[in-house]
């Protein structure tokens, strides 16, 4: 008889949320918004690289979880829109398969949260970017600082800085080298991309 272990179950559950929270994200962006310089302090960089990263992410997490060789540099080609969400079905696919009644080892628990932090962070960095979005998912923001181990780091790897504010956001922002941009309403249909 094999012992369930929920803190897993838990991990899985809240990378499919943040899968699916950047693959809703995918609706936003416009053609014309992939060459769009990134916010502050990222703005060396486009929207497009932004997407980039997602993909490799995503299908090095996927290469590592199913046993094969981390693909070399990934080319989201003409249509960095579908290349992600591409990816998030292939992560969605693997992860999916995943045994979870023995537990995962740290070294894996920590890639999950790796990835469910990278894919919060991007997609706001990605909504900053665009001004389209709802925020950042108050229940992915509530592990990430309750939960989630606080030596993760993410794309293009920041130094922390001091939060703005001590809102959850804030703070979860601010380690990740970032500070809280627009504040975007999600009441405002322009806010989430349906103007």
């Not at 943040?18 to 916010?39: E, F, G």
Request: aromatic share 4%; charged share 25%; with cysteine.
């Amino acid at each position: 008889m094999s012992v369930t272990q929920p803190a897993d179950k838990e991990l899985v559950r809240l990378h499919r949320r943040a899968c699916t929270d950047m693959a809703a994200r995918m609706r936003l962006p416009r053609w014309d918004q992939l060459d769009a310089r990134l916010r502050a302090p990222l703005d060396d960089r486009l929207v497009r690289d932004l997407l980039g990263r997602v993909v490799e992410g995503n299908l090095e997490f996927a290469a590592d979880l199913s046993g094969q060789p981390i693909p070399a540099a990934v080319d989201v080609g003409d249509d960095p829109i579908a290349a992600v969400t591409e990816s998030i079905r292939t992560i969605l696919t693997v992860v999916s398969g995943l045994e979870t009644s023995a537990g995962f080892a740290p070294t894996r628990r920590d890639q999950f949260w790796a990835r469910i932090a990278e894919l919060t962070v991007l997609g706001y960095d990605l909504q900053q970017a665009i001004f389209a979005g709802a925020g950042l998912d108050d229940i992915l923001i509530d592990r990430l600082l309750g939960v989630g181990p606080s030596d993760l780091r993410v794309w293009p790897d920041l130094e922390p800085c001091e939060p703005a504010e001590m809102t959850p956001e804030d703070v979860v922002l601010a380690r990740f080298g970032r500070n809280r941009g627009l504040q975007l309403v999600p009441e405002d249909n322009c806010a989430i991309g349906q103007c």
